[in-house]
């Protein structure tokens, strides 16, 4: 079967019932698994236990908790909790966020992320694994203490969401899974090189990672919300370039466009949110989002799977309505199905 995930918002203004309804509409479509990061709103394993208590197939993964945010030791009790809870549906997704979210937000340094994330992974790996967690690591010296629990999973799934050179080396040596976002279908192919690369010097295979960026999609019926959509689109993009620190600047302009966002954030600066949106160019979206009608929609997102994705994972821009998140489901899903129909709300993703 065609591997596709989902992300949902981890918002406020995602109700219980919108995620709940769009988490069962997905499963009943053949989606693998259901991601939902944070950041300053719902943390993920609450809303994950809830989507847990209300499905049976659906993968559950962490897209993407902050090393900086909690313990290693205490990931490692949460995610076996999550898989217990799920009877073996947990995925753990890891990653560094940014300078901004972790010093503003949690009040912690943001120091040493690349090794921090290293650490983080081995000790949760060995927590998992049943085994005494004594490690001595540069940041972490743990000794005595053995996880109280038990995974349902013999080897439970640990994606890392990694962008920068360095981190798509450590996510080819250790990790099962690599968890991109805002990634260019052009510079794809160059990316899982870099992460295939740092997997054979590891004894690995590319095989054994599951490439799964997430892909801000919008199917629309007409030109009006095809604008609508391309318009949200440019409003979430500008807002990690512009609102989020140096590190999805800094991407962006790996793969490009400096100039567009330059602009943005030039625009940012000065509190002009409409024209830092307008920056966002044509074929930032062409390259970068899934938009159209359904029979485009598609053929953008196998234009993914072509260029390297194992497992394309479906977004949605800020804002989006759950009669428009279940429309373009319903387009994308990787099987045929018939589920219930969903009543308007706001779920967009983080």
Known sequence: MTRTGLTLSSRQD?????????????EALGYETCWTGESWGRDAFTVLTLLACHTKTLRLGTGIIPVFSRTPGLIAQSIASLDLISQGRAVLGLGTSGRAVIEGWHGVSYRQPLQRTREYLEIIRLALSGNPVNYQGEIFQLQRFRLGLS???QHLPIYLASLGPKNLRL????ADGWLPIWVDQQRLPDLKEEVAKAASAAGRDISQITVAPQI???VADNPEELAQAERE???HMSYYIGGMGQYYYNLFCRFGYRAEADAVR???????RDRAADAISDQMLDNITVLGDAETCRSKLRRFREMGADMPVVAFPHGATRSSIVK?????APVSATAPSAEPGAVGSA
């Not at 996510?171 to 250790?174: F, I, K, W």
């Open 14 to 26: 995602a109700s219980d019932q919108d995620l709940i309804a769009v988490a069962r509409e997905a």
């Open 151 to 153: 995974p349902v999973q």
């Open 171 to 174: 996510t080819g040596e250790l």
């Open 266 to 272: 030039q625009a940012w600066s000065e509190g002009n």
């Open 216 to 218: 801000l999609c919008c």
């Open 233 to 235: 689109a440019r409003i």
């Open 328 to 332: 373009t489901l319903r387009a994308l």
